[in-house]
């Protein structure tokens, strides 16, 4: 499998909770190596853009006013197989329905508020990276 690069975000429930540290740990103990990171409060135009493909969701709305509740820490995650490997990592969207050992069974406080977002596919990974990162500030 290819290395690939996948874009991830660690969402307000996890930075209010000092949980920063405990899940790039899990990230590089599953061999994702974090090529970039930042902390950043997002605007409210910010969130809207990155979340454009669920504004006909009716949790878009919340999802919105969620993720600029706090900073988040946007990374770039590096490694074979990035994108399917940090999904697997992450676990489920519903913390309820994740398995042992992932981030979002341990860390998770709802289905909305589920400490991570990682990119779907490829594809999404280039364009949710450029949303956010400069070529010149990702170092593999
Ligand atoms: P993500 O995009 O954050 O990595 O998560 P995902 O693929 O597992 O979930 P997705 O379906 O893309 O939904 C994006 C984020 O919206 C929130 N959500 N709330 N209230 C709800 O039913 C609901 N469903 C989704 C979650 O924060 C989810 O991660
Ligand atoms: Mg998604």
Do not use: C, W
Not at 118 to 135: M, P, R
């Amino acid at each position: 499998m290819a290395v690939e690069r996948t874009l991830s975000i660690i969402k307000p429930d996890a930075t209010r909770r000092n949980l920063t540290g405990k899940v790039n740990a899990k990230f590089e103990d599953a061999g994702l190596a974090i090529v970039a990171q930042k902390r950043v409060q997002l605007t409210k135009a910010q969130a809207e853009g990155f979340y454009a493909v669920h504004a006909a969701r009716p949790f878009f709305g919340s999802l919105v006013e969620f993720m600029i509740s706090g900073p988040v820490v946007v990374q770039v995650l590096e490694g074979e197989g990035a994108v399917a490997k940090n999904r697997e990592v992450m676990g489920a969207t519903n913390p309820a329905n994740a398995a042992e050992g992932t981030i979002r069974k341990e860390f998770a406080e709802s289905i909305e508020a589920n400490s991570v977002h990682g990119s779907d596919s490829a594809e999404n990974a280039a364009i949710e990276i450029a949303y956010f990162f400069a070529q010149t500030e990702i170092v593999g």
